[in-house]
């Protein structure tokens, strides 16, 4: 008996000791590891989530889309849980679009995090994540996808990684197409499955732009600047189609192209806008600039009659026309339409650097055009004070200032819209609704713009510098330029280096559409205006005018 009681008594010893554990073990949890293990428990079963804000789109000024976001996942891998690297990169390459070494190089690294891919599209990183690889995840995000290609790559711009526009449009208007991401707080039960989401800050969409590009004409825009660097095999080029009664741009091409969807294959420099990006001496495009002063004035008419030798001196230079002449007569027209270099000099001379120096600055250039595109530079005019003596023999012919194309297309815009120089600009709608056109401002009469034009129709005429170029029941305007560039090595006018542009519009009594192309350095066929720069110019206006239904005139 006494056996019985005292084995009862260890069990009911030990029972006790047992609980007094127990019990010391739960206040130890309880009490000194309660808040921890309660911040443990709270993060096991309670997350709060970034919510990506979908970013506006981009489209065209008849909703064609141009950029746009769709979901999809980053995704990673924790090396550490991987348990059998060459099985597993076996099974990831296919899908990742990725080589079985570079796969297996991500996840043996000793790291608990490595990314294996960004912005994966969403029913692809559903088959990844569908291999159940352990170690594996994928965070949703929204990915940037660009419908039409290259289509207007260079405004559009491009879209990084980090949720950030990195060029164009993308990088310019980031704070409106990105929106604000939101917040939600998600619970989950004990196997990890979701029983409560709440939002706790709600998200807000980016806004979407509508631009005042047209995707056909800028499509029939770049097709004809390809056309061109397969023929003349140029540095690059840059074309812009704008309406100038309103500065609406319907085109803004650059080439080389590059695909926004995969920037990295295109060639460096590539993304750069050279529409409003490329400095570059205008030539005898410039030379409407000095005709329009004069004629303003009042110190020319059209049919004011020069006497042209074949060369003048201007201080210590003497310049030249393009062909060896002898001395004739010439009116202001004709001056224009055969792009005369000793006429347009002669015409600077009568209105003097101070006079000739305002009328470089009213028509905008030195100054950036305002337009809404990402880049744009002001180029360079040489103030009054440094004018030499030699000066009013280069700036009137296009020669010793910078412009960008964008800046010689306002300026002719401002000639083809009746002497109002008007900003151009290329978004039409934020979120949706319109923007107000920019306000112009008078810079010549509307009789001197008449005029002028009339006289630039010449150019197109037989007997002008771009007299190969017609659209049949149109009457062309515009001027051909042809301008060396400074050698870099010896810091003169280059022999092999020239820009090809023309400028122009139609129909040329009311214009209603405007096209600049600037050729960088031609370097096979021709190096000319007229022959590398205004066909393209009439391939491009052919399309558009009969596309937008612009009646003949």
Not at 196 to 211: C, D, F, K, R
Not at 253 to 260: G, I
Not at 392 to 415: C, D, F, K
């Amino acid at each position: 008996m006494a056996v019985v009681q005292r084995r009862i008594g260890a069990i009911f010893g030990l029972f006790f000791i047992l609980l007094v554990l127990a019990a010391g073990r739960t206040a130890y949890l309880g009490v000194v590891r309660g808040s921890t293990l309660r911040r443990a428990a709270s993060n096991q079963q309670l997350t709060n989530e970034t919510v990506t804000a979908l970013r506006g789109a981009i489209t065209d000024r008849n909703g064609i889309d141009l950029a746009v976001s769709e979901p999809a996942r980053d995704l990673a891998a924790d090396p550490y849980l991987i348990t059998d690297a060459l099985g597993s990169a076996q099974r990831l390459a296919p899908l990742l679009g990725q080589s079985q070494a570079s796969v297996l190089r991500k996840l043996s690294e000793h790291s608990g995090f490595v990314y294996l891919a960004r912005g994966v599209p969403a029913s692809r990183a559903a088959e990844i994540l569908a291999l159940k690889v352990p170690g594996v995840t994928g965070t949703p995000v929204m990915r940037r996808v660009y419908p039409r290609g290259p289509l207007a790559a260079q405004v559009l711009g491009v879209f990084g990684t980090e949720g950030r526009g990195l060029a164009g449009l993308e990088y310019a208007r980031d704070a409106t197409l990105r929106g604000r991401s939101g917040q939600r707080r998600v619970v989950s039960d004990a196997i990890g499955q979701p029983v409560s989401i709440t939002e706790t800050h709600a998200v807000v969409p980016g806004s979407s732009l509508s631009l005042t590009l047209d995707a056909n004409i800028q499509q029939r825009t770049e097709d004809v600047l390809g056309a061109v660097a397969k023929v003349y095999s140029p540095k690059d080029a840059t074309a812009i189609v704008m309406d100038p009664r309103s500065g609406a741009i319907l085109a803004v091409a650059n080439w080389p192209q590059v695909n926004p969807n995969d920037p990295g294959a295109s060639p460096a420099g590539a993304l750069e806008d050279r529409a409003v990006g490329f400095d570059y001496e205008p030539g005898s495009t410039f030379k409407a600039v000095t005709v329009s002063g004069a004629l303003q004035q009042g110190l020319i008419t059209p049919e004011t009659p020069f006497n042209i030798p074949d060369q003048i001196q201007v201080a210590d230079r003497t310049i030249h026309d393009d062909t060896e002449h002898p001395e004739e007569t010439l009116t202001t027209s004709q001056i224009l339409a055969r792009s005369s270099n000793v006429g347009a000099i002669k015409i600077g001379g009568l209105e003097g650097a101070s006079a000739f120096n305002g009328w470089v600055h009213r028509f905008g250039f030195g100054a950036p055009t305002g337009v809404d595109l990402s880049g744009e530079e002001r180029g360079v005019t040489l103030p009054l004070a440094h004018y030499s003596g030699s000066s009013m023999g280069n700036l009137p012919i296009g020669q010793g200032e910078l412009v960008t194309p964008m800046q010689m297309a306002t300026a002719y815009s401002a000639i083809a819209n009746g002497g109002i120089l008007r900003p151009p600009h290329v978004i039409g709608a934020i979120g949706g609704r319109a923007q107000p056109e920019p306000q112009g401002h008078r810079i010549i009469s509307s009789a001197a713009a008449a005029a002028l034009r009339h006289m630039l129709e010449g150019v197109l005429a037989p007997g002008g510098t771009a007299s190969e170029v017609s659209i049949p029941g149109y009457q062309l305007a515009g001027k051909t330029g042809t301008a060396s560039k400074i050698d870099p090595a010896t810091g003169e006018y280059s022999k092999s280096a020239y820009v090809a542009s023309f400028i122009g519009f139609a129909p040329a009594s009311d214009p209603k559409l405007l096209c600049a192309v600037v050729v960088d350095e031609p370097q096979a066929g021709s190096i000319f205006g007229g022959t590398v720069a205004a066909p393209a110019f009439g391939q491009i206006m052919s399309f558009a005018l009969s596309y937008l239904g612009i009646a003949p005139g």
